[in-house]
Every structure is written in C-alpha cells, then in structure tokens.
C-alpha cells in the first residue's frame, strides 16, 4: 500500500522559514516524480513545485520560485521543500504526490498527473 506522509507544517511569522518533509512507503521512489501542491481555505488545490525521479529537473510556481526549494534524497525516499521568505499568502495545507511517468525535461503541473497523494499538513504564515 502505497503512503506519502508529510510533515514540518506549522505556524511560522512573516518572512520566516519552514522545510516541510514527505515521506513515501511502497512504492518505488526513485522511479516516481514528487510535486507539492498546496490548497488555501475555500479555494482549489494549486501546484506548488515538481521534481523528476533523479532530482535533475525541477519546476516552480511562479510565485513560489526564488523562495522555495524542492529536493529529494531516495535513499531515504523522501522529498523536501524549504521554504523562506514566507508570506501570508503562503498559508495552506501543503500535500505531496507521486507521479509514475518518467521524465526527464516535462514536469507535472496538474493535479490529475499525479498517482498518489499525501494528507497534507498546515502551514500558517502570520502576518
């Protein structure tokens, strides 16, 4: 059974920084994509950052790039994503997810992409 757990959300202030973490069981991490999406109250979920299964090829949101970092270590089949400069609108719970294509130079921005999703953890960013 495939699980994709995440965890380091929290409450942080404004311009402070977090690194959230997700870690994934049955299923073979080196050959799956990771993106992080994130979903604010009452709105869709958005895609945040996506890495392919060897790390080389990364792609942001724009409003995200400069300020957070997707990687991923599969030897400890885990992916990352620190995250500074935080901003209000940042606020959301983040979710993980597994995408099985390979691929080298795309990437996975939508959400019907991906296989296997995580529960998500909060992030509050005060003002």
């Known amino acids: 059974q495939v699980q994709l757990v995440e965890s380091g959300g929290g409450l942080v202030q404004a311009g402070g920084s977090l690194r959230l973490s997700c870690a994934a069981s049955?299923?073979?991490?080196?050959?799956?994509?990771m993106g992080w999406f994130r979903q604010a109250p009452g709105k869709e979920r958005k895609f945040v950052a996506f890495?392919?299964?060897?790390?080389?090829?990364?792609y942001y949101f724009h409003s995200v790039k400069g300020r957070f970092t997707i990687s991923r270590d599969n030897a400890k089949n885990t992916v990352y994503l620190q995250m500074h400069s935080l901003k209000p609108e940042d606020t959301a719970v983040y979710y993980c997810?597994?995408?099985?294509?390979?691929?080298?130079?795309?990437?996975?921005?939508?959400?019907?992409?991906?296989?296997?999703w995580g529960q998500g953890t909060q992030v509050t960013v005060s003002s």
């Open positions: 049955g299923l073979s991490f080196s050959s799956y994509g």
């Open positions: 890495i392919n299964w060897n790390g080389r090829n990364t």
């Open positions: 997810a597994a995408d099985r294509k390979f691929r080298v130079t795309s990437y996975a921005s939508r959400s019907d992409e991906y296989d296997y």
